[in-house]
């Protein structure tokens, strides 16, 4: 299926079932067909290197924003020597814009779970932890329960449905901290301690959980293995664009008539997003900028977006990125420099203090995009900022600081004419 | 006032021991454990739970610290947490926690005289389509925010009644 | 052999290193903060950034790639990396600040951050002299900030424990002082708390900090966020000299150093040595700075009608011969000392055997339990060993009772019977005791003759610690009768080599009246005719050496150049190999 006719696509990680989250109608609707497939079809699926190779094949880049082969992510684990080793499925979506996961765990938890186990006997882990930020708890309890339902249905534990293969699964709520959404810091917070980033390598495939071989993945990007297993890694490449296909969860969200999250191939162009699929512009007001996928990507101006689609390729040609596909839509009555400092507040409120340039740098960058938005700023503050975005980028264990970044430089660079209006004006005069 | 787990509490705490190698891991869970018992994890808690999991009581608090959503103090009956962060921001998250302050009559971060309403700003809760929206104490969402829903909000938690789960459908389905 | 090119020069190495810890091996220098040898390597502080890149080799030729003008093709990592967490590898190749532009930017930018929410009130900071946030900041901060909002603050003067004071907006958070308690005293005291930028770390609300090893966390701490609470504002670190010397409070003999300033010691500190204590010691350890000022026994004592007077040391030497000649040999017991060093127990038992008295006999000083594996021992003294070497006879309480019983006249070396319970006034009813002691106790209040001796912190001498090493002390102090300018082997703090008339910087009250034990007996020995002459504790040593087997070979030299020597068989041969 090519880009231009997302809209003959048909769902597949929330299809247009009702009370898909009970696990007999998800059964009744083919679901755990594909754990059972890999689990017992030895002629399809030989060993569980058969199932990394065409999730491989499909070229399934992760959800969560790094965008990551998950079948070749999977292959860096070291063969197993019969001690523990780990799947943690990373649900701590909290980039602001991104609310995609969620919707995984409200409507159909069993394609994850399904997707969890499938990988999870691919990579001969002996125990998976789901780490759901704490804040969704509703959603933390839909889980226990599908769980909890799967284990009765003897899809989870012991010798799964006659195959031998077991494995454990265990909910891990956070408690408030954006920054476990990255995934050593994840790795940190399930081992019960604040969640600093680890230092790589060793990376964890190599020393993961409590030192052992761990994977991490994305929730959407595990929900999308059944349909690979099912339905092959030839369909899944078909759909979307080429370099970056699969259906994908867009959360739009902003000044749209319709938001929400919704399930289309990849590369579907920015501005049929905005006008067919989310309603079009509230209150007919003007298209002024989007943030593609999460507050850290860099923004583009509406006069940016003609022919760009979502996808790595085409927003790179614009210097932007897919991120967490979350997109952010603002109109013409959008006060960029109040939007700059709110991102840039958020940075400053979730670096977890670990390393001096993000500790120190958020700070920094907050407070004077404050000066800046109370008008009290000057000019030469925002050549100040753009530095500061340089002693930050790249200095770090993890990517927040990138993240802080980011938007401080493009924003500016894209809005710079906003941004020296708010400005003081010049105090020197000619005598 | 001496804090102690009931019997219950204690046999949760072994089910969530029993799901990690090791005790540390249950320092989020059981802190949690203890904020629902307790309604918050002051210093007193934090020593509860260090004793209780036998672990360092400077370990435990220093994961408290780190994490927003326990609570370091007593905090109102209800826990107003306003997401103003991004989406939020452009679909008027600020109004809403304007608002509240104005109709409380408090600041963000302070709790009513009567105790019954603290209010936070808070960072992005991941309900960006349903902006503006607030969380009550940890607990349900509250999407798509309007003054008179506000209104309704805070009569119906002053008569002891929490919001039910708004389930907000699909947009691009019919039957979800 | 493997190679890594640093700065353009090629170093071949063997075995496994971090790239930082090699430059510092080299004697090079790359900034930072965080890293500690003996701990976990966090990497936070990012200061330690470098470029870090591999020569390009073609896999079948193996031959490097090279570039138009016959240069080798350097692969960079796409990020400045941290060097104290990176592994060295076969062709790597490095740029420090000393060659790469990007590097000095990097680590002046990191600077510029580190400074930013830093009080920069180092005037009123114990920190400073010694801070290597100062330090570094010279050498490769910016000049000035362009910082111009609001600082976050903390939390200041907080009493951690009893021993440490925090000052949180200092901090940078490193986090050695909580890896500290984490990974080497295990106490697991200390957290960071908060997150961010209001990070800091403390300890949980109502404990307290005392760790009895606290005050390594005051030494590691790179910048003036923990202070000691005993040492704050009593002097800079520029005033003071410093002088190394070893533990004398247990059988560890952690080594360390002395600082004095007017010869006062004003704190001690340990000094690295792998073998014994790595980079720590314990507290307890460093509050003796105050039996070297306190207390001390200045010019001789004697008893007459029952009351301690002041003396001449003319008269002393003169009353310690007239006693032994007026006691019959077997009457007289001499009693040596495991608090005492190997020069002052020998110089005490040559003396002895001169005069044909007893071999010293001693009683150890052990506190059962008190020991904790770690530095803390059950032995509270620091020469038991060495007083084992010397062959002299070890006694228990009831033995050394038995042997009192028998005499008329003890004499006593640095040893505080009475005050440890191994005697009682009873038990020297009517018996003359002279005592060569350090500090006043209710020992040498009870003597009849006592004879001021100098402490670790003022002679050059050797202790024999629980595991059979041999480390020697320097003078640190002088007395009154050494002299700093003419004595090369004292330590000049900036204010003696620098110091003018008008500086009226040395007190003479400061200087205790009082003789090394081997210049005391040297003294005894010339009124009596005997041949004995002592005159320093390198020179003892080469006699003990060539005449006490255990010894053999050791000398001042060696025991510098090796930190201390194990004298103790089986280990022996480990260290020698």
């Not at chain 3, 190495?13 to 930082?20: F, I, M, N, S, T």
């Not at chain 3, 020991?371 to 038991?384: C, R």
């Not at chain 3, 040893?415 to 003359?432: P, Y």
Request: glycine share 8%.
């Amino acid at each position: 299926m090519s880009t231009a006719d997302w809209k003959n696509y048909e769902p597949v990680l929330i299809p247009d079932i009702k009370d898909l989250h009970n696990i007999d109608v998800y059964i009744k609707n083919g679901g755990y067909k594909a754990l059972t497939s890999v689990l017992k079809d030895k002629e399809k699926w030989a060993d569980p290197k058969s199932v990394i190779n065409e999730v491989k094949e499909a070229n399934i880049r992760g959800r969560g924003g790094a965008g990551f082969n998950a079948g070749l992510k999977w292959s860096f684990m070291p063969p197993a020597d019969g001690n523990p080793r780990y799947l943690a499925c990373n649900g701590d979506e909290s980039e602001p814009g991104t609310f995609k996961d969620r919707k995984i765990f409200e409507y159909n938890p069993h394609v994850f779970i399904e997707g969890a186990l499938i990988a999870a006997y691919a990579m001969e882990i002996t125990t998976i932890y789901v780490y759901i930020r704490g804040e969704y708890r509703i959603y933390i309890q839909m889980m226990e329960k599908a769980i909890s339902d799967a284990y009765d249905k003897g899809y989870i534990g012991k010798n799964i449905q006659g195959s031998g293969y077991s494995v454990d699964f265990y909910v891990h709520s956070g408690a408030g901290a954006y920054i476990c959404g990255e995934e050593t810091s994840m790795l940190e917070s399930l081992e019960g301690k604040r969640g600093y980033p680890r230092v790589k390598p060793p990376f964890p495939a190599q020393k993961g959980l409590w030192g052992r071989p761990t994977t991490i993945n994305n929730i959407e990007t595990l929900a999308h293995v059944p349909a690979v297993i099912n339905r092959g890694a030839a369909w899944f490449k078909g759909i979307g664009a080429a370099s970056h296909p699969g259906p994908i969860l867009y959360g739009i969200s902003g000044h749209v008539n319709k938001p929400g999250v919704y399930e289309l191939p990849s590369g579907v162009p920015i501005l049929d997003l905005i006008h067919d699929v989310a309603g079009g512009m509230r209150n007919g007001k003007k298209l002024k900028a989007v943030i593609p996928g999460g507050s850290s990507t860099p923004i583009l101006r509406a006069d940016q977006l003609d022919g760009i689609t979502m996808d790595s390729d085409s927003l790179r040609t614009v210097g932007s990125m897919l991120g967490t596909a979350g997109m952010v839509v603002m109109d013409e009555d959008t006060d960029i420099v109040d939007v700059l400092w709110r991102i840039a507040h958020f940075y400053h409120h979730e670096s977890c203090g670990q390393c001096t340039p993000c500790r120190e740098g958020t700070g920094w960058l907050e407070k004077i995009l404050l000066k800046i938005k109370n008008g009290d700023g000057e000019v030469k503050d925002l050549d100040l900022l753009l530095d500061l975005t340089t002693q930050m980028e790249g200095r770090t264990i993890c990517a927040l600081a990138d993240a802080a970044a980011w938007p401080v430089r493009f924003t500016i660079n894209r809005f710079r004419d906003e941004f020296e209006e708010r400005c003081k004006k010049s105090v020197h005069a000619f005598i | 006032m001496a804090y102690e787990f009931t019997k219950e509490d204690l046999e949760q705490i072994e089910e969530i021991k029993s799901r990690y190698p090791e005790v540390m891991p249950a320092t989020l869970p059981v802190l949690w454990v203890a904020q629902n018992r307790f309604g918050h994890v002051n210093p007193e808690v934090q020593n509860l739970v260090a004793e209780t999991l036998g672990l360092p009581h400077s370990h435990v608090h220093g994961v408290a610290e780190f994490y927003t959503q326990y609570y370091k103090e007593e905090k109102g009956k209800y826990v107003l947490d306003v997401c103003t962060c991004l989406s939020c921001q452009l679909c008027g998250g600020y109004d809403i926690l304007h608002y509240l302050e104005e109709k409380l009559g408090i600041k963000k971060g302070e709790t009513t005289q009567d105790g019954m309403f603290t209010l936070n700003e808070a960072e992005c809760l991941g309900a960006c389509g349903y902006a503006p929206m607030l969380q009550v104490t940890n607990d349900q969402y509250v999407n798509h925010l309007t003054k008179e829903k506000i209104d309704m909000l805070v009569e119906s938690l002053k008569k002891g009644e929490k919001p039910e789960y708004e389930k907000i459908g699909m947009p691009q389905r019919e039957n979800i | 052999m493997p190679e890594v090119i640093i700065d353009g020069k090629s170093y071949k190495y063997e075995g496994q290193h971090k790239l930082l810890q090699f430059i510092q091996d080299l004697g090079k220098e790359v900034p930072f903060f965080c890293y500690h040898p003996s701990m976990s390597i966090p990497a936070n502080c990012r200061q330690c950034m470098v470029k870090v890149g591999q020569y390009i080799v073609d896999r079948e030729s193996g031959k490097h790639e090279l570039d138009d003008k016959g240069n080798k093709v350097i692969r960079w990592f796409p990020k400045l990396q941290t060097a104290c967490n990176i592994d060295i590898a076969d062709g790597m190749v490095v740029h420090t600040q000393e060659t790469d532009e990007l590097v000095r930017r990097a680590q002046k930018d990191n600077l510029e951050l580190i400074l930013i929410n830093h009080p920069l009130d180092c005037p009123i900071c114990d920190q400073a002299g010694e801070c290597p946030l100062q330090i570094q900041t010279y050498k490769y901060g910016p000049e000035g900030s362009r910082f111009e909002v609001k600082k976050v603050h903390k939390p200041k003067r907080i009493q951690l424990g009893p021993r440490v004071v925090l000052d949180a907006e200092r901090c940078i958070n490193c986090t050695r002082c909580t890896r500290f308690t984490q990974e080497i005293s295990k106490t697991h005291q200390l957290t960071i708390t908060r997150r961010g930028d209001k990070n800091y770390p403390t300890t949980a609300p109502g404990t307290e900090f005392n760790d009895p090893y606290s005050l390594n966390t005051v030494d590691i701490c790179p910048v003036g966020a923990l202070t000691s609470a005993d040492f704050r504002f009593k002097a800079r670190v520029w005033e003071m000299n410093q002088t190394p010397g070893i533990d004398i409070t247990n059988g560890k003999g952690c080594n360390i150093d002395l600082w004095t300033r007017d010869n006062i010691v004003l704190r001690i500190t340990p000094r690295f040595n792998m073998d014994v204590n790595d980079h720590w010691m314990p507290d307890a350890g460093r509050e003796a700075y105050k039996i070297f000022n306190e207390n001390r026994i200045s010019r001789p004592l004697q008893k007459l009608d029952g009351e301690q007077i002041l003396s001449s040391w003319n008269n002393a030497v003169a009353t310690f011969i007239e006693q032994i000649d007026n006691t019959e040999n077997k009457n007289i017991l001499v009693i040596g000392s495991p608090h005492a060093s190997v020069e002052e127990n020998y110089s005490l038992a040559k003396f002895s055997n001169l005069m044909g008295l007893n071999q010293p006999v001693f009683v150890p000083h052990l506190k059962e339990g008190a020991g904790d594996g770690f530095l803390i021992t059950d032995d509270q003294a620091p020469n038991t060993v060495g007083c084992r070497l010397l062959g002299f006879t070890e006694l228990d309480q009831k033995a050394l009772k038995k042997e009192v019983v028998k005499a008329s006249l003890v004499i006593l070396l640095s040893d505080h019977l009475l005050d440890r319970n191994v005697l009682t006034h009873k038990d020297l009813d009517g018996k003359f005791l002279i005592t060569l002691a350090t500090n006043h106790s209710e020992t040498t209040k009870r003597a009849d003759l006592v004879i001021p001796v100098t402490t670790a912190a003022e002679h050059a001498a050797s202790y024999v610690n629980v595991d059979g090493r041999i480390q020697r002390t320097f003078r640190a102090k002088e007395t009154k009768y050494t002299n700093r300018r003419l004595d090369m082997e004292m330590s000049e703090g900036r204010l003696d080599r620098y110091g003018t008339n008008f500086d009226n910087w040395v007190t003479e009250d400061n200087k205790i009246d009082c003789l090394p034990v081997w210049r005391f007996i040297s003294e005894a020995a010339g009124s009596k005719g005997l041949d004995l002459v002592l005159s320093d504790g390198r020179e003892i040593m080469d006699e003990i050496s060539s005449t006490h087997n255990p010894f053999k070979g050791v000398s001042y030299q060696l025991m510098d150049e090796q930190a201390g020597i194990l004298l103790i068989n089986d280990s022996k041969e480990k260290t020698n190999a």
